[in-house]
Each structure stands twice: as C-alpha cells, then as structure tokens.
C-alpha cells in the first residue's frame, strides 16, 4: 500500500520531466553486450538528460558476443571491454546477471519498473542452409562450436569428434567461418596462453585434422571475409592456404562489380588470393582449401550414419536487380567426403517471451530502433531495440556503437511522451525487492569483477589470459564464496 506522503512525493516527482535529476529516466537493458553497453554509454553521455539504467543479462557474466564469440586467439578485440567497465563505473549504473526474462521476470514487470526497455540480445541461434541431411551427426553450426571453444554455458554439452577426422567442410565465407578455420588448424600450442577452455583446448590437442575445404557459395570477389582474417589464415605456422587459379580466373560479372560498386576489401581480398593461388603444401602442413561458387545441396551419411559426403553444385553468378552478383545453380555436381561439417552461414535472433518477432528475419520488428508489434505495425511505447536484435547479424563489434546512439536518439525524442507504463511507483529499489522476493540470485557488477579477478588467478597459474567457469552452478558457486 502506498501511504499518503509517499503518494505525495512521487505525484511531485512524476511533476519532473522524465530525465532531469530530480526524476531520472528508468531504463533497463536486456543483453549484455556490445550493444547494450553502447546504448548505455551514449545515454550517459547525453547531457541534460540523467538516466538509472539497469542492465539485465540471463548469464553471470557480461559482454555477450565479446566473452563467448570471439575467437581466443584475437584477445587484442576483446581490450574492448575495457570501454564497457568504465561505462559500468558510472554511477547511475547497475548490473543484475544470471536474471532470464521470462524466468526470473517479465516483460510486464520490467514496464511497471521502467520508462523505456531496451532489447539488446543479439542473434543467439544460426541460419539453416534447409538442405537434405543438415541434422546429421557430425553437422554442427559455427555457434555451438565458437560457444564450446569460448566457454559459453549454453554449448558446453556438445561433441566435436576431432580426434577421427581428417576432412572438415566449413560452409560459409564469412569471418565466422575464418575463425573456425583458424581454431581448426592453428597449432594448440598457440591457443594454449589464451581463454580458450582446458576442455577445448585438450580436443583441439587431440586432433587429427588434415583438411579444411572452405565453401563459398559466390566468387572470391564477393568474399564475406575481412582481408586481414583471410591473410591470418594464409600465414599461419604449418598451414598452406590452397585457392586454384582457375578459381582466381574472374567472370565478367565479377571483374565488372569489382571495377565499380565492390567495396575495397573486397579487391584486397582478391588481390591476396591471386597472389597465393596456384600455391603448394607444405610437406605435413594442414591444408585449407577455398572452393568458390559452390553450394552444398545434400549432406549425406555414411554406413555409421554420420555425415560422410557433402553434395556440391557448382554456381554461376547473376547480376541481381540492385547490380549485386548472385549465385544460382548450373545443375553440375560434384561429392566431397568429409568426417564433420561445420555451418557458418550466419547467426538468427531467438524470440524472447512477450515481445514481438520477426519470425522470417530472426530479428525484433523495429522501426529504426523502436520496437513494433511487428514489422511495419504499431510501435510499442517506450519498448526498443539495439544491435543484431535490432538489424540482424552484420558488421563488427564497433558497428554497434552508432547503431545504438541512433536507437538512443529516439528513446531520448519519445521521453516526453512514450514511456513503457505509467507507474508513480517506478523507483529504483523495487526491482531488488521484487528479485529477492522471488528468490533470484542476481550478480552485481562488484561480483562479477571478483569472478573476472578470479578467473584471470586461475589462468595465470596455468600460464593463460584466463581459465573460465563455463557453467551457470560452478560461476555460482565461485560468485557466492568470493562475496
Ligand atoms: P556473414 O559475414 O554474413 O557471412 C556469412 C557467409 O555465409 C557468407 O559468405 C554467405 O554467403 C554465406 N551463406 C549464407 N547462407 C548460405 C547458404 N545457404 N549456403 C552457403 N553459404 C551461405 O556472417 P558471419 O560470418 O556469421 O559473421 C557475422 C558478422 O560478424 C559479420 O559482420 C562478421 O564480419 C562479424 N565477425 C567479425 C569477426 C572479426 O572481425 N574477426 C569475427 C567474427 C564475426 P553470401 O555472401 O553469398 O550471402
């Protein structure tokens, strides 16, 4: 019950406008990463406007993608984070982990607490190819494998038989599917000093890889991957990158594309890969192999029922109406025998319970950032979206910084009118209140700094960036001795 000087302080309160001191703006973030902490940042930075943000992630531990995506082998992308601790130094700022919406709480709590939500969950699943044989045993997709190696809780279950495979199909020419190379054939002796789990690292050891056939299904000019990810690769200790010259001979669509309208990595990647071609192997190098303009149409298992061939049809590309090289099939096959498959054709959303999505697109239906109630609906008041959730999954880390402040900016042009429900009551200690009445053992950012410390002790003794806890009850039980 609310008694009546209370009643009175908050109707004078709700007097403020939304976002001076007196009555700061209550926001709460969902989603830890990238996005969310830009978000964040840029609302801090907003001057005349004070915000209490909240930022909630279903983990313990925060950063999203920059803690369980990025490859252990690029620590220097993950100094990052460094950025998001001083955002998370601000006063106004709080962090509650290990806090799933639509477990622990709702979206329709979450609009009794707050003025404005914001979606920043990212893409957690992966795009289907939808072809014969994709849920074989041995099939996996780029995101249960870069989860596993990074210690991500929700992939720690799953298998890689690395030990009896010689072959390896990696289906995609995206920086993905170059950090899955990479993990694949870089000798563990150098992904040892980094955060890449013991677990991981003893089946990396194991391996018998000889071959990784990179499949792209368009040319090398039109090559998802960033120069200096596919350079990486091809100058790695032991490993002979192989790319044929006749797969260097470009068609005409693709010499013209290049000549006007490809962007300029993209002439750096062709440029790199016509100087490589036509390489040979080294005597006992692990080979990677770039087929282009090639899709996989069939995968097809062995006598063990796991997946031992890959049916590719050979492409040709078509100039789509906006000029953009296509690829459609010529109807030529060819088998390939492979011992596992890896997909690395893109990541998708998940739907979260209570709010809108985009089925077909794997996003949150948003016009520029303010939720719909789906695409090209009605805008949900005072409800928004940032970062892959936002625009699907494209672009780095840094893409995400202006992506967020434009998201920002349309929070901040709604603060006078759209807000996520009216509630006198909005006030920043009832969210605890209402977690510890249900029994939610939330991590602040002071436990997660003491996890963060104590992960770095466990690696140092083992001469490592870090050892990991890579499930949700170890991260628990080290957060609740070290409190
Ligand atoms: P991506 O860059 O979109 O690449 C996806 C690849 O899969 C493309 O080559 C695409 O070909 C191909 N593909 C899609 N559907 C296919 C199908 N059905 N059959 C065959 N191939 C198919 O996505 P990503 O690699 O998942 O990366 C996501 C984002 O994260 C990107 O922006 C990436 O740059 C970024 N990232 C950056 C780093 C880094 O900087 N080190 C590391 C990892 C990720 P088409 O081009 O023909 O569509």
Redesign the pocket.
């Known amino acids: 019950m609310v008694r009546e000087g209370e009643k009175r302080v908050n109707e004078t309160l709700e007097n403020r406008p939304l976002g001076s001191s007196e009555r700061p703006l209550r926001v709460a973030v969902i989603g830890s990463g990238p996005s969310g902490f830009y978000a964040i940042a840029a609302l801090f930075k907003t001057d005349g406007v004070e915000a209490d943000v909240d930022l909630f992630d279903r983990l313990p531990t925060p950063f999203g993608l920059v803690r369980g995506g990025v490859a252990p082998d690029?620590q220097k992308?993950k100094n990052v984070i460094r950025v998001y601790n001083r955002t998370a130094q601000h006063e106004r700022f709080r962090f509650f982990g290990n806090v799933e919406l639509g477990r622990d709480i709702s979206v329709d709590d979450l609009r009794r607490h707050y003025d404005h939500i914001v979606y920043a969950t990212g893409n957690e699943s992966d795009?289907k190819?939808g072809i014969p044989g994709e849920d074989l045993p041995g099939v996996h997709s780029a995101t249960e494998f870069v989860g596993w190696f990074n210690g991500h809780p929700d992939f720690q279950d799953r298998s890689f038989d690395l030990a009896s495979a010689r072959r390896i199909a990696v289906?995609?020419?995206?920086?993905?599917?170059m950090?899955v190379t990479r993990v694949l054939v870089r000798n563990p002796d150098e992904l040892a000093p980094t955060d890449i789990t013991a677990e991981s690292l003893a089946v990396l050891r194991e391996s018998n890889v000889e071959e990784v056939v990179l499949l792209?299904?368009?040319g090398p000019a039109?090559?998802?991957f960033?120069p200096q990810?596919i350079k990486e690769i091809g100058s790695l200790e032991g490993v002979t990158l192989l790319v044929s010259e006749q797969e260097m001979d470009l068609d005409e669509i693709s010499s013209g594309w290049l000549e006007n309208g490809a962007a300029r990595s993209a002439q750096r990647n062709v440029a790199y890969l016509t100087e490589v071609a036509g390489a040979r192997a080294g005597a006992g190098d692990r080979l990677v192999t770039c087929r282009f303009l090639v899709?996989?149409i069939e995968l097809q298992a062995g006598n063990d029922g796991r997946v031992a061939r890959v049916v590719i049809e050979k492409n040709e590309l078509y100039a789509s109406d906006d000029g953009t090289p296509r690829?459609r099939g010529t109807g030529e096959t060819e088998t390939l025998d492979v011992d596992l498959v890896f997909k690395?054709?893109?990541?998708r959303g998940v739907p979260l319970p209570g709010v809108p999505f985009h089925e077909r697109w794997g996003i949150l239906p948003n016009d520029e950032g303010r939720l719909q109630t789906e695409q090209d609906g009605d805008v949900v008041p005072g409800q928004y979206v940032v970062g892959w959730a936002k625009r699907g999954?494209?672009?780095?880390i840094g893409t995400n910084s202006p992506d967020s402040t434009a998201t920002v900016k349309k929070m901040l042009e709604d603060i006078d009118g759209a807000t996520a429900a009216p509630d006198p009551a909005k006030a920043p200690g009832k969210i605890v209140e209402l977690l510890e009445s249900r029994g939610v053992d939330f991590v602040t950012f002071d436990d997660w700094t003491r996890l963060d410390e104590d992960e770095v002790a466990l690696g140092e003794a083992q001469n490592k960036v870090r050892e990991k806890y890579t499930n949700i009850e170890s991260m628990m039980a080290a957060v609740n001795r070290l409190r």
């Open positions: 690029h992308i795009r190819m289906v995609g020419n995206g920086n993905v599917a950090d792209g299904r368009r039109q090559a998802a960033s990810e899709s996989p690829p690395a054709v893109g990541y999954p494209t672009g780095l």
